[in-house]
C-alpha cells in the first residue's frame, strides 16, 4: 500500500511541475504581448519601413523597465510560494494574497 501511495504522491508532483511550468510559460507570453504592445504604441506614433534611433533607445528603455518590473514580481511571488510553502502547504495561507 505504501508503494501505492509514493506512486500517487510521484504522479500529483509530475503534475503540479507541469502546471507550474505551464504558468510561467503563459505569464511569460502575457509580459511580451503586454511590451510588445505598450512599448510599441508609447516609443513608435507613426510607424514606418524603419525605426529611428530615438524609437529605438526608447523601446530598449520600454522593455528593460518591463523586464526588470516583470523579475521583481516574480522573485516576490517566488518567495511567497515558498513561504506558504512551508508553512505547511497553500492551503494555509493567511489570507494576506500575493
Known amino acids: 500500500m505504501n508503494d501505492s501511495f509514493a506512486a500517487s504522491s510521484d504522479s500529483k ?3 503540479l511541475k ?3 511550468q505551464e504558468v510561467a510559460i503563459n505569464n511569460a507570453r502575457q509580459l511580451i504581448d503586454k511590451m ?18 530615438r524609437e529605438e ?8 523597465k518591463y523586464t526588470a518590473t516583470w523579475n521583481t514580481v516574480s522573485r516576490q511571488y517566488i518567495a511567497r510560494i515558498q513561504k506558504s510553502s512551508s508553512m505547511g502547504g497553500i492551503g494555509n ?3 494576506a494574497g500575493i
Not at 533607445?57 to 528593460?64: F, K, P, S, V
Request: glycine fraction near 8%.
Open 13 to 15: 508532483t509530475a503534475i
Open 93 to 95: 495561507d493567511d489570507g
Open 36 to 53: 510588445n504592445n505598450h512599448c510599441f504604441q508609447k516609443c513608435v506614433p507613426t510607424p514606418g519601413s524603419s525605426l529611428s534611433r
Open 57 to 64: 533607445g526608447c523601446l530598449t528603455q520600454c522593455m528593460e
Open 18 to 20: 507541469q502546471i507550474q
